[in-house]
């Protein structure tokens, strides 16, 4: 833990101090229908930066996310600041408000424990990511997603604001620069040069990272958009809307995860979301078998 921490009355919960916890918030304990003994209480483990306990009892539900002042995946041998959950919890809020339908809501915030009390997206609700690699088809996805990026980004945008709110709101999020830095260097930097933390399919794809560190122009490319990720506060972008920050069932789409938000291109959202899609759609073929053979539309289209 970093110094001074303790002092800011930080302390990294595990799931037997998360029970005292909720019993001492009302917030959260209502959340459980008032019935906090008995508690049933699941890390749920697959994220890569913070810790998310699914907690129920026989009246309710709640999922409580705690950021640690480190990269969870990583270790602690890459700090990173736990102000990332006030982030999140701005930004579930204010795209909450803007679009109910698709954004969980926020019970509870406790910005020393850097902890947020969310409502708990119910089975049969999974990871999209996941949905797409069985071969799941969700004729509503596209409909929800639009709903959401057209929501969010236009009425956080200057289409919608004045200019005094619009450049209030992007001083408030220029303090989310630790989260900015990160995706600067590992979506904008990283994969094309020789890093620490690039991930390839070895020997197989050795050819195809050193022709991407040695192609000038997609670098140059990539410079551009980077300046432009950088430069441009168009509207308060999710930041990280990959098919992993999504939760799905045929009928229903809801988006998490918004710690990276702040204000920049729309298009870095829509461009993560498109871009996901085509990587599960090139996919498709490495997940054939014979149950599914990827080819079949159902819907018709
Ligand atoms: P991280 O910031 O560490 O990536 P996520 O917000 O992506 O954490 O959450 C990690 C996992 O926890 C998600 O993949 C999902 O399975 C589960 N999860 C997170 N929030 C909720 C929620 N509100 N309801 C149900 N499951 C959730
Ligand atoms: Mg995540």
Redesign the pocket.
Known sequence: MAAGDEEQGFRPLDEASLVAYIRATPALAASLGGRVDGLAVKE?G?????F?Y?VTSDAGSV?V?QALPYI?CVGDSWPMTRERAYFEASALREHGRLCPDHV?EVYHFDRAMSLIG????RPPHI?LRKGLIAGVQYPLLADHMADYMAKTLFFTSLLYNSTTDHKKQVARYCENVEMCRLTEQVVFSDPYMVSKYNRWNSPLLDKDAEAVREDDGLKLEIGELKSMFIERAQALIHGDLHT??I?VTPDSTQV??P?FAFYAPMGYDIGAFLGNLILAYFAQDGHADEANDRKLISNGY
């Open positions: 749920v697959d994220g890569n930066l913070n998310v699914i999922v996310k969870r969980p969310m409502r708990y997206i990871i992993g920050s939760m998490i995860d710690e």
